[in-house]
């Protein structure tokens, strides 16, 4: 991710926790962000997924080499593994925009 990405992610989780009970509280780690915030989770779990549908893929498509998995397996894998990645991209440029419309607002 670039700077950009990581502040937009960095002030949604804020403010996520600024939201519920509690959550001006004590802060953890260097950036200020709580260890239990729900959108990190969020973002932890989708990247675990994109880990998981690529190395999925990419066993699939070793073990066709050596004949021991289908085409039709291969390319199941790799097109999972492909909307897996679109659809994280399209999560993050949607946080990125909505972070953006804010900075944009007037105060």
């Known amino acids: 991710m670039n700077i950009k990405q990581l502040d ?22 260097v950036d ?8 990190g989770a969020l973002v932890d779990q989708a990247v675990g997924n994109v880990q998981k549908a690529t190395e999925t893929a990419e066993t699939i498509s070793a073990k066709s080499l050596v004949d021991q998995a289908d085409m039709v ?21 949607k946080v990125i925009s909505a972070y953006n419309d804010i900075l944009k607002m007037p105060i």
């Open 32 to 39: 200020g962000l709580q260890s239990n915030s729900a959108f």
């Open 8 to 29: 937009a992610v960095n002030a949604y989780s804020q403010a996520t926790k600024q939201m519920q009970p509690g959550g001006l509280g004590a802060r953890d780690g």
């Open 73 to 93: 397996d291969v390319v199941t894998a790799v097109s999972n593994a492909e909307m897996v990645v679109d659809t994280v991209v399209s999560v993050r440029d």
